[in-house]
Protein backbone atom coordinates (compact mmCIF):
# COMPACT_ATOMS: atom_id res chain seq x y z
CA UNK A 1 0.00 0.00 0.00
CA UNK A 2 1.20 3.32 -0.95
CA UNK A 3 2.39 5.83 1.96
CA UNK A 4 0.60 9.14 1.76
CA UNK A 5 4.02 10.75 2.35
CA UNK A 6 7.29 10.66 -0.06
CA UNK A 7 10.27 12.19 1.04
CA UNK A 8 13.08 12.59 -1.63
CA UNK A 9 16.27 12.91 -0.70
CA UNK A 10 18.01 12.04 -3.46
CA UNK A 11 18.53 15.09 -5.98
CA UNK A 12 17.03 18.07 -4.74
CA UNK A 13 14.93 17.73 -1.42
CA UNK A 14 11.12 17.35 -2.88
CA UNK A 15 8.00 15.92 -0.69
CA UNK A 16 5.15 14.24 -2.14
CA UNK A 17 1.40 14.09 -0.40
CA UNK A 18 -1.36 12.14 -2.04
CA UNK A 19 0.66 12.51 -5.41
CA UNK A 20 1.17 15.53 -5.38
CA UNK A 21 4.49 18.00 -4.80
CA UNK A 22 4.06 20.49 -2.02
CA UNK A 23 5.75 23.42 -2.00
CA UNK A 24 8.68 23.65 0.57
CA UNK A 25 9.82 26.82 2.26
CA UNK A 26 12.28 29.09 -0.07
CA UNK A 27 14.82 29.39 2.94
CA UNK A 28 17.27 27.10 2.41
CA UNK A 29 18.35 26.72 5.75
CA UNK A 30 14.97 25.84 6.43
CA UNK A 31 15.05 22.61 3.57
CA UNK A 32 18.15 21.85 4.92
CA UNK A 33 16.93 21.28 8.78
CA UNK A 34 14.19 19.39 7.02
CA UNK A 35 16.32 17.32 5.15
CA UNK A 36 18.45 16.53 8.38
CA UNK A 37 15.57 15.60 10.42
CA UNK A 38 14.66 13.28 7.56
CA UNK A 39 17.94 11.74 7.14
CA UNK A 40 18.60 11.21 10.65
CA UNK A 41 14.94 10.47 12.08
CA UNK A 42 15.99 10.90 15.69
CA UNK A 43 15.06 13.41 18.64
CA UNK A 44 17.92 16.39 18.26
CA UNK A 45 18.15 19.16 21.29
CA UNK A 46 16.61 22.34 20.14
CA UNK A 47 20.22 24.07 20.78
CA UNK A 48 22.26 21.91 18.62
CA UNK A 49 19.87 22.74 15.66
CA UNK A 50 20.60 26.27 16.79
CA UNK A 51 24.06 25.69 16.36
CA UNK A 52 24.15 23.81 13.10
CA UNK A 53 22.11 26.38 10.55
CA UNK A 54 21.98 29.61 12.75
CA UNK A 55 25.24 31.61 13.83
CA UNK A 56 25.11 34.74 16.03
CA UNK A 57 24.41 37.50 15.67
CA UNK A 58 21.06 35.96 14.51
CA UNK A 59 18.18 35.29 16.48
CA UNK A 60 18.82 31.17 16.35
CA UNK A 61 16.12 29.81 18.40
CA UNK A 62 13.42 32.31 16.59
CA UNK A 63 14.44 31.33 13.56
CA UNK A 64 14.06 27.68 14.15
CA UNK A 65 11.09 28.23 15.30
CA UNK A 66 10.01 30.21 12.21
CA UNK A 67 11.48 27.57 10.39
CA UNK A 68 9.49 24.63 11.94
CA UNK A 69 6.18 26.73 11.62
CA UNK A 70 6.82 26.56 8.03
CA UNK A 71 8.03 23.16 7.37
CA UNK A 72 5.00 22.03 9.62
CA UNK A 73 2.60 23.25 6.78
CA UNK A 74 4.45 21.10 4.05
CA UNK A 75 4.98 17.68 5.77
CA UNK A 76 2.45 17.98 8.75
CA UNK A 77 -1.54 15.97 8.04
CA UNK A 78 -4.52 17.19 9.88
CA UNK A 79 -4.51 14.21 11.90
CA UNK A 80 -0.83 13.69 12.08
CA UNK A 81 2.23 15.48 13.27
CA UNK A 82 5.22 14.74 11.35
CA UNK A 83 7.59 16.85 12.92
CA UNK A 84 7.11 15.91 16.96
CA UNK A 85 8.57 18.76 19.29
CA UNK A 86 9.16 20.03 22.52
CA UNK A 87 10.75 22.74 24.37
CA UNK A 88 14.05 20.89 24.28
CA UNK A 89 13.96 18.64 21.21
CA UNK A 90 12.82 18.14 17.94
CA UNK A 91 12.19 14.87 15.64
CA UNK A 92 10.75 14.26 12.21
CA UNK A 93 8.47 11.11 12.81
CA UNK A 94 9.15 8.56 8.95
CA UNK A 95 6.49 5.95 10.30
CA UNK A 96 4.71 5.40 7.47
CA UNK A 97 6.44 7.65 5.52
CA UNK A 98 8.60 6.28 2.00
CA UNK A 99 12.19 7.96 1.94
CA UNK A 100 13.90 7.22 -0.92
CA UNK A 101 17.41 6.91 0.34
CA UNK A 102 15.97 4.46 3.65
CA UNK A 103 14.04 2.74 1.07
CA UNK A 104 16.75 1.46 -0.84
CA UNK A 105 19.27 0.73 2.02
CA UNK A 106 16.39 -1.59 3.62
CA UNK A 107 16.01 -3.38 0.52
CA UNK A 108 20.08 -3.91 0.09
CA UNK A 109 19.99 -5.28 3.19
CA UNK A 110 17.46 -7.65 2.87
CA UNK A 111 18.16 -11.34 2.69
CA UNK A 112 17.51 -13.97 0.36
CA UNK A 113 17.51 -14.01 -3.59
CA UNK A 114 18.84 -11.61 -5.93
CA UNK A 115 16.85 -8.69 -6.17
CA UNK A 116 14.92 -8.14 -9.54
CA UNK A 117 16.77 -6.56 -12.56
CA UNK A 118 13.84 -3.90 -12.43
CA UNK A 119 14.49 -2.75 -8.96
CA UNK A 120 18.15 -2.66 -9.36
CA UNK A 121 18.04 -0.29 -11.95
CA UNK A 122 15.95 1.98 -10.99
CA UNK A 123 18.04 2.24 -7.75
CA UNK A 124 20.88 3.12 -9.76
CA UNK A 125 19.03 5.77 -11.63
CA UNK A 126 18.11 7.28 -8.07
CA UNK A 127 21.57 7.11 -6.58
CA UNK A 128 22.81 8.67 -9.54
CA UNK A 129 21.41 12.27 -8.26
CA UNK A 130 23.40 13.69 -5.24
CA UNK A 131 21.88 13.52 -2.29
CA UNK A 132 20.71 16.74 -0.44
CA UNK A 133 21.70 18.59 -4.09
CA UNK A 134 22.22 22.27 -3.89
CA UNK A 135 22.01 22.36 0.54
CA UNK A 136 25.88 22.73 0.76
CA UNK A 137 26.54 25.10 2.79
CA UNK A 138 22.97 26.08 3.86
CA UNK A 139 24.75 24.77 7.66
CA UNK A 140 27.61 25.56 9.42
CA UNK A 141 30.81 23.02 9.26
CA UNK A 142 29.57 20.35 10.81
CA UNK A 143 26.69 20.27 8.86
CA UNK A 144 28.55 20.04 5.80
CA UNK A 145 30.28 17.26 7.39
CA UNK A 146 27.09 15.41 7.94
CA UNK A 147 26.61 15.85 4.58
CA UNK A 148 29.52 14.36 3.27
CA UNK A 149 29.21 11.41 5.12
CA UNK A 150 25.31 10.79 3.88
CA UNK A 151 26.67 11.00 0.49
CA UNK A 152 29.33 8.99 1.45
CA UNK A 153 26.99 6.26 2.55
CA UNK A 154 24.60 6.97 -1.19
CA UNK A 155 28.25 6.38 -3.00
CA UNK A 156 28.44 3.09 -1.25
CA UNK A 157 24.97 2.06 -2.02
CA UNK A 158 25.51 2.65 -5.56
CA UNK A 159 28.11 1.02 -5.92
CA UNK A 160 26.60 -2.30 -4.15
CA UNK A 161 23.67 -2.01 -6.58
CA UNK A 162 26.45 -1.39 -9.52
CA UNK A 163 28.06 -4.90 -8.43
CA UNK A 164 24.97 -6.92 -8.42
CA UNK A 165 23.77 -5.22 -11.56
CA UNK A 166 26.95 -6.31 -13.10
CA UNK A 167 26.90 -10.07 -12.05
CA UNK A 168 23.29 -10.53 -12.14
CA UNK A 169 22.10 -14.17 -12.87
CA UNK A 170 18.78 -12.59 -15.09
CA UNK A 171 20.99 -10.44 -17.14
CA UNK A 172 22.18 -10.33 -20.40
CA UNK A 173 26.13 -10.04 -21.51
CA UNK A 174 25.55 -6.71 -22.90
CA UNK A 175 24.28 -4.88 -19.89
CA UNK A 176 26.55 -6.63 -17.61
CA UNK A 177 29.45 -4.85 -19.24
CA UNK A 178 27.26 -1.69 -19.46
CA UNK A 179 26.84 -1.94 -15.73
CA UNK A 180 30.53 -3.49 -15.35
CA UNK A 181 32.03 -0.18 -16.65
CA UNK A 182 30.02 2.07 -14.25
CA UNK A 183 30.81 0.11 -10.84
CA UNK A 184 34.58 -0.17 -12.44
CA UNK A 185 33.88 3.83 -12.16
CA UNK A 186 32.75 4.39 -8.21
CA UNK A 187 35.26 0.93 -6.94
CA UNK A 188 38.72 1.84 -8.59
CA UNK A 189 40.46 -0.28 -6.18
CA UNK A 190 40.21 -3.87 -8.16
CA UNK A 191 36.93 -5.25 -6.61
CA UNK A 192 35.16 -5.05 -9.52
CA UNK A 193 37.73 -6.39 -11.82
CA UNK A 194 38.11 -9.14 -9.51
CA UNK A 195 34.64 -10.40 -8.96
CA UNK A 196 33.62 -9.86 -12.73
CA UNK A 197 36.75 -12.24 -13.36
CA UNK A 198 35.72 -14.48 -10.69
CA UNK A 199 31.85 -14.56 -12.02
CA UNK A 200 33.13 -15.22 -15.75
CA UNK A 201 35.22 -18.16 -14.52
CA UNK A 202 32.52 -19.69 -12.49
CA UNK A 203 30.46 -20.02 -15.34
CA UNK A 204 31.72 -18.87 -18.16
CA UNK A 205 29.47 -15.73 -19.19
CA UNK A 206 29.56 -11.94 -17.66
CA UNK A 207 26.59 -12.33 -15.94
CA UNK A 208 26.99 -15.88 -14.05
CA UNK A 209 26.52 -16.32 -10.02
CA UNK A 210 30.10 -17.13 -9.22
CA UNK A 211 30.72 -13.72 -7.48
CA UNK A 212 30.83 -14.01 -4.07
CA UNK A 213 28.65 -11.70 -2.48
CA UNK A 214 30.28 -8.98 -0.62
CA UNK A 215 28.50 -8.58 3.20
CA UNK A 216 27.36 -5.39 4.86
CA UNK A 217 30.72 -5.52 6.66
CA UNK A 218 32.77 -5.80 3.39
CA UNK A 219 30.55 -3.54 1.29
CA UNK A 220 31.22 -0.78 4.54
CA UNK A 221 34.96 -1.58 4.91
CA UNK A 222 36.48 -3.13 1.78
CA UNK A 223 37.37 -6.27 3.73
CA UNK A 224 39.62 -8.47 1.89
CA UNK A 225 39.49 -12.34 1.41
CA UNK A 226 40.26 -14.28 4.56
CA UNK A 227 44.07 -14.85 5.06
CA UNK A 228 45.19 -11.06 3.07
CA UNK A 229 47.86 -9.53 5.05
CA UNK A 230 46.46 -6.34 6.69
CA UNK A 231 48.63 -4.00 4.78
CA UNK A 232 46.32 -5.46 1.34
CA UNK A 233 43.49 -4.85 3.91
CA UNK A 234 44.12 -1.44 4.33
CA UNK A 235 44.99 -0.33 1.09
CA UNK A 236 41.74 -1.84 -0.48
CA UNK A 237 39.31 0.16 1.13
CA UNK A 238 36.95 1.61 -0.71
CA UNK A 239 37.90 4.88 -2.31
CA UNK A 240 35.02 6.64 -1.70
CA UNK A 241 33.73 5.24 1.58
CA UNK A 242 33.85 7.78 4.69
CA UNK A 243 36.03 5.40 6.47
CA UNK A 244 38.60 5.60 4.02
CA UNK A 245 38.06 9.47 3.96
CA UNK A 246 38.70 9.99 7.02
CA UNK A 247 41.49 7.85 7.20
CA UNK A 248 43.00 10.24 4.81
CA UNK A 249 41.67 13.74 6.63
CA UNK A 250 42.59 12.30 9.90
CA UNK A 251 45.37 14.58 11.80
CA UNK A 252 47.95 12.92 13.44
CA UNK A 253 50.39 14.69 16.28
CA UNK A 254 52.38 13.75 18.85
CA UNK A 255 52.91 14.85 22.67
CA UNK A 256 55.35 14.19 25.90
CA UNK A 257 54.00 12.75 28.78
CA UNK A 258 55.55 13.64 32.08
CA UNK A 259 58.17 10.72 31.58
CA UNK A 260 59.48 12.56 28.12
CA UNK A 261 57.29 9.00 26.14
CA UNK A 262 56.29 10.36 22.76
CA UNK A 263 52.43 9.82 22.72
CA UNK A 264 50.61 9.62 18.98
CA UNK A 265 47.41 11.10 18.53
CA UNK A 266 45.16 11.75 15.69
CA UNK A 267 41.52 13.73 15.71
CA UNK A 268 39.23 13.44 12.39
CA UNK A 269 35.67 14.93 12.00
CA UNK A 270 34.42 18.25 13.15
CA UNK A 271 32.08 19.56 16.08
CA UNK A 272 32.12 18.90 19.57
CA UNK A 273 34.76 16.80 20.84
CA UNK A 274 35.08 13.28 22.16
CA UNK A 275 38.03 11.69 23.81
CA UNK A 276 38.31 7.75 23.11
CA UNK A 277 40.92 6.55 25.93
CA UNK A 278 43.74 4.13 24.57
CA UNK A 279 43.51 0.43 25.10
CA UNK A 280 45.71 -2.41 24.28
CA UNK A 281 45.72 -3.21 20.73
CA UNK A 282 45.32 0.06 19.10
CA UNK A 283 47.27 1.76 15.86
CA UNK A 284 45.95 5.04 14.73
CA UNK A 285 46.49 4.14 10.87
CA UNK A 286 45.32 0.50 10.91
CA UNK A 287 42.16 1.03 13.11
CA UNK A 288 40.59 2.20 10.56
CA UNK A 289 40.24 -1.02 8.72
CA UNK A 290 39.61 -3.03 11.82
CA UNK A 291 36.24 -5.13 11.75
CA UNK A 292 36.59 -3.91 15.44
CA UNK A 293 36.96 -0.15 15.44
CA UNK A 294 36.78 0.88 11.98
CA UNK A 295 32.75 1.65 11.48
CA UNK A 296 32.28 2.71 15.55
CA UNK A 297 35.06 5.31 14.82
CA UNK A 298 33.92 6.67 11.61
CA UNK A 299 30.08 6.62 13.17
CA UNK A 300 31.42 8.94 16.04
CA UNK A 301 33.80 10.95 13.53
CA UNK A 302 30.61 12.04 11.41
CA UNK A 303 29.06 14.34 13.97
CA UNK A 304 32.12 15.32 16.41
CA UNK A 305 36.08 15.63 16.58
CA UNK A 306 36.62 12.84 17.41
CA UNK A 307 39.71 12.36 19.07
CA UNK A 308 42.04 9.29 20.37
CA UNK A 309 45.50 8.08 20.86
CA UNK A 310 47.70 4.89 20.96
CA UNK A 311 49.15 3.84 24.29
CA UNK A 312 52.39 3.65 25.30
CA UNK A 313 54.33 0.61 24.21
CA UNK A 314 51.82 0.40 21.02
CA UNK A 315 50.37 1.59 17.60
CA UNK A 316 52.68 4.82 16.78
CA UNK A 317 53.57 5.68 20.00
CA UNK A 318 57.13 5.18 21.63
CA UNK A 319 57.44 1.48 22.37
CA UNK A 320 60.78 1.39 23.97
CA UNK A 321 59.67 2.68 27.61
CA UNK A 322 60.47 2.00 30.89
CA UNK A 323 56.95 2.39 32.56
CA UNK A 324 54.25 0.81 31.36
CA UNK A 325 52.26 1.17 34.45
CA UNK A 326 48.19 2.51 35.25
CA UNK A 327 49.72 5.34 36.74
CA UNK A 328 51.97 6.08 33.34
CA UNK A 329 48.52 4.90 30.95
CA UNK A 330 46.35 8.21 33.18
CA UNK A 331 49.41 10.20 32.35
CA UNK A 332 49.21 9.62 29.10
CA UNK A 333 45.59 10.85 28.38
CA UNK A 334 46.61 13.62 30.71
CA UNK A 335 49.26 14.45 28.15
CA UNK A 336 46.70 14.38 25.15
CA UNK A 337 43.58 16.49 27.01
CA UNK A 338 46.20 19.03 27.83
CA UNK A 339 48.39 19.15 24.39
CA UNK A 340 44.94 19.94 22.59
CA UNK A 341 43.52 22.61 25.59
CA UNK A 342 40.45 20.33 25.52
CA UNK A 343 37.99 21.89 28.42
CA UNK A 344 35.11 19.71 28.68
CA UNK A 345 34.15 16.46 26.91
CA UNK A 346 33.10 12.80 27.10
CA UNK A 347 35.45 10.18 27.91
CA UNK A 348 34.99 6.75 25.73
CA UNK A 349 36.81 3.73 28.16
CA UNK A 350 36.98 0.42 26.11
CA UNK A 351 38.24 -2.58 27.99
CA UNK A 352 41.24 -1.68 30.49
CA UNK A 353 40.55 2.01 29.16
CA UNK A 354 37.49 2.10 31.09
CA UNK A 355 39.66 2.33 34.59
CA UNK A 356 41.82 4.74 32.86
CA UNK A 357 38.78 7.01 32.15
CA UNK A 358 37.20 6.58 35.99
CA UNK A 359 40.01 7.55 37.47
CA UNK A 360 41.20 10.65 34.57
CA UNK A 361 37.42 11.52 35.45
CA UNK A 362 37.70 11.37 38.95
CA UNK A 363 40.79 13.69 38.91
CA UNK A 364 39.22 15.91 36.52
CA UNK A 365 35.52 15.99 37.06
CA UNK A 366 35.04 19.74 35.41
CA UNK A 367 36.19 18.43 32.41
CA UNK A 368 34.42 15.28 31.99
CA UNK A 369 31.05 15.62 31.06
CA UNK A 370 30.01 11.56 30.37
CA UNK A 371 31.40 8.82 30.74
CA UNK A 372 30.89 5.99 27.97
CA UNK A 373 32.35 2.42 29.63
CA UNK A 374 32.53 -0.53 27.35
CA UNK A 375 33.70 -3.75 28.52
CA UNK A 376 35.39 -2.77 31.17
CA UNK A 377 36.33 -3.93 35.18
CA UNK A 378 37.72 -1.68 38.06
CA UNK A 379 40.32 -4.46 39.21
CA UNK A 380 42.73 -6.66 37.52
CA UNK A 381 43.18 -10.51 37.47
CA UNK A 382 46.08 -10.24 39.85
CA UNK A 383 43.34 -9.35 42.28
CA UNK A 384 40.03 -10.88 41.70
CA UNK A 385 41.50 -14.72 39.77
CA UNK A 386 41.52 -17.55 41.89
CA UNK A 387 44.65 -19.11 42.48
CA UNK A 388 44.31 -21.28 39.14
CA UNK A 389 43.12 -19.35 36.86
CA UNK A 390 46.16 -16.99 37.77
CA UNK A 391 48.34 -19.46 37.08
CA UNK A 392 46.89 -19.92 33.68
CA UNK A 393 47.55 -16.53 33.42
CA UNK A 394 51.11 -16.44 33.79
CA UNK A 395 51.22 -19.26 31.46
CA UNK A 396 50.13 -17.17 28.63
CA UNK A 397 52.58 -14.46 29.63
CA UNK A 398 55.22 -17.04 28.69
CA UNK A 399 53.36 -18.28 25.45
CA UNK A 400 53.05 -13.98 24.79
CA UNK A 401 56.63 -13.24 24.89
CA UNK A 402 57.94 -16.17 23.48
CA UNK A 403 55.45 -16.43 20.85
CA UNK A 404 54.30 -13.35 19.86
CA UNK A 405 56.36 -12.23 16.87
CA UNK A 406 56.55 -15.47 15.07
CA UNK A 407 54.76 -15.92 11.68
CA UNK A 408 52.23 -18.71 13.41
CA UNK A 409 49.49 -16.87 14.80
CA UNK A 410 48.72 -20.07 17.35
CA UNK A 411 50.35 -17.91 19.79
CA UNK A 412 48.04 -14.40 19.41
CA UNK A 413 45.23 -16.83 18.66
CA UNK A 414 44.28 -17.03 22.14
CA UNK A 415 43.33 -13.20 22.30
CA UNK A 416 41.32 -13.15 18.77
CA UNK A 417 39.03 -16.28 19.68
CA UNK A 418 38.44 -14.40 23.42
CA UNK A 419 37.81 -11.07 21.84
CA UNK A 420 35.48 -11.97 18.95
CA UNK A 421 34.49 -15.70 19.39
CA UNK A 422 31.96 -14.97 16.52
CA UNK A 423 33.98 -13.34 14.11
CA UNK A 424 34.19 -14.64 10.20
CA UNK A 425 37.59 -16.59 10.43
CA UNK A 426 39.07 -13.82 7.73
CA UNK A 427 38.27 -11.20 10.48
CA UNK A 428 40.26 -13.16 12.61
CA UNK A 429 42.93 -13.87 10.55
CA UNK A 430 42.98 -9.95 10.28
CA UNK A 431 42.71 -9.78 14.01
CA UNK A 432 46.06 -11.85 14.35
CA UNK A 433 47.98 -10.04 12.08
CA UNK A 434 46.89 -6.73 13.38
CA UNK A 435 48.02 -7.72 16.79
CA UNK A 436 51.84 -8.61 15.56
CA UNK A 437 52.06 -5.12 13.75
CA UNK A 438 50.57 -3.37 17.13
CA UNK A 439 53.56 -4.17 19.73
CA UNK A 440 56.49 -6.32 20.52
CA UNK A 441 56.63 -10.14 22.03
CA UNK A 442 58.00 -8.12 25.40
CA UNK A 443 55.30 -5.81 25.36
CA UNK A 444 52.74 -7.76 24.72
CA UNK A 445 53.54 -9.28 27.81
CA UNK A 446 54.25 -6.25 30.32
CA UNK A 447 50.42 -5.28 29.10
CA UNK A 448 49.45 -8.03 30.47
CA UNK A 449 50.96 -7.60 33.65
CA UNK A 450 50.51 -4.34 33.81
CA UNK A 451 46.49 -4.89 33.75
CA UNK A 452 46.12 -7.42 36.48
CA UNK A 453 47.24 -4.71 38.46
CA UNK A 454 44.69 -2.29 37.50
CA UNK A 455 42.27 -1.67 41.01
CA UNK A 456 40.11 1.88 40.35
CA UNK A 457 37.13 -0.12 42.95
CA UNK A 458 37.85 2.96 45.51
CA UNK A 459 37.36 5.84 43.19
CA UNK A 460 33.91 4.48 41.71
CA UNK A 461 32.06 6.30 44.44
CA UNK A 462 33.85 9.22 43.62
CA UNK A 463 32.56 9.62 39.69
CA UNK A 464 30.73 12.77 39.07
CA UNK A 465 29.91 12.41 35.27
CA UNK A 466 26.81 10.80 33.94
CA UNK A 467 28.12 7.65 32.99
CA UNK A 468 26.87 4.43 30.69
CA UNK A 469 28.40 1.04 30.94
CA UNK A 470 27.78 -1.12 28.25
CA UNK A 471 29.07 -5.14 28.16
CA UNK A 472 28.42 -7.37 26.53
CA UNK A 473 26.78 -10.85 28.37
CA UNK A 474 28.44 -13.53 27.58
CA UNK A 475 31.47 -11.72 27.17
CA UNK A 476 34.64 -14.55 26.98
CA UNK A 477 37.33 -12.29 28.16
CA UNK A 478 35.76 -10.26 30.63
CA UNK A 479 32.91 -11.59 32.82
CA UNK A 480 29.53 -9.11 33.08
CA UNK A 481 29.64 -9.24 36.91
CA UNK A 482 32.60 -6.99 36.05
CA UNK A 483 30.97 -4.82 33.77
CA UNK A 484 27.77 -4.26 36.05
CA UNK A 485 30.27 -4.30 39.44
CA UNK A 486 31.18 -0.54 38.09
CA UNK A 487 27.62 0.54 37.21
CA UNK A 488 26.45 -0.78 40.47
CA UNK A 489 29.03 1.53 42.60
CA UNK A 490 29.25 4.22 39.87
CA UNK A 491 26.12 7.01 41.25
CA UNK A 492 23.35 6.54 38.79
CA UNK A 493 25.16 5.01 36.29
CA UNK A 494 23.45 3.55 33.45
CA UNK A 495 23.82 -0.42 32.54
CA UNK A 496 23.29 -1.70 28.99
CA UNK A 497 23.83 -5.85 28.76
CA UNK A 498 24.15 -6.69 25.28
CA UNK A 499 23.32 -9.97 23.22
CA UNK A 500 26.95 -11.10 22.16
CA UNK A 501 29.95 -12.93 23.74
CA UNK A 502 32.26 -11.02 21.93
CA UNK A 503 34.82 -8.68 24.48
CA UNK A 504 34.81 -6.04 21.82
CA UNK A 505 32.01 -6.35 19.37
CA UNK A 506 32.72 -6.94 16.07
CA UNK A 507 30.42 -4.25 13.77
CA UNK A 508 28.52 -6.54 11.73
CA UNK A 509 26.80 -8.41 15.24
CA UNK A 510 23.76 -6.54 15.88
CA UNK A 511 24.60 -5.98 19.16
CA UNK A 512 27.13 -3.69 17.83
CA UNK A 513 24.06 -0.91 16.58
CA UNK A 514 22.04 -1.96 19.88
CA UNK A 515 24.72 -0.49 21.77
CA UNK A 516 25.62 2.38 19.20
CA UNK A 517 21.84 3.55 19.72
CA UNK A 518 22.00 3.27 23.33
CA UNK A 519 25.12 5.56 23.52
CA UNK A 520 23.43 8.09 21.28
CA UNK A 521 20.69 8.06 23.44
CA UNK A 522 22.90 8.38 26.18
CA UNK A 523 24.36 11.43 25.13
CA UNK A 524 21.38 13.00 23.79
CA UNK A 525 19.27 12.68 26.84
CA UNK A 526 22.51 13.71 28.86
CA UNK A 527 22.99 16.60 26.73
CA UNK A 528 26.33 15.79 26.10
Not at 293 to 309: P, Q
Not at 357 to 364: D, G, P, Q, T
Not at 474 to 496: C, K, N, S, T, W
Amino acid sequence: MPQDLQVSLLGELRVIASGSEVALPASRKARALLGFLVATARPHRRERLCELFWALPDDPKAALRWSLSKLRRAVDAPDRARIVADRERVQFDVEDVDVDIRRIHERLRQDGGPLPVADLEQMARQLDLVLLDGLDGAGDEAFDAWLLAERDDAEAARADVLGRLATHPAISAASAKKWQRLWREVEPDGAADNARASSASADGQAGGTGRRRRSRHDAAAGAPAPGSSIADRHAGTTGTSFKSRALRAQRIGFCQARDGTKIAYATVGSGPPMLKAANWLNHLEFDWGSPIWGRSFAAIARRRTFIRYDERGCGLSDWDVEDLSFEAFVDDLEAVVDKLGLDRFPLLGISQGCAVSIEYAVRHPERVSGLVLVGGYAAGWRHLATPDEQERREAVLKLTEVGWGTDNPAYRHIFSQTFMPDADPGDLAWFDEFQRLTTSPHNAARFQDAFGYIDVRHRLAHVKAPTIVLHSKYDQRIPLDLGRAIAAEIPDARFVPLESRSHIIVDYEPAWQAGFDAVGEFLAEKGI
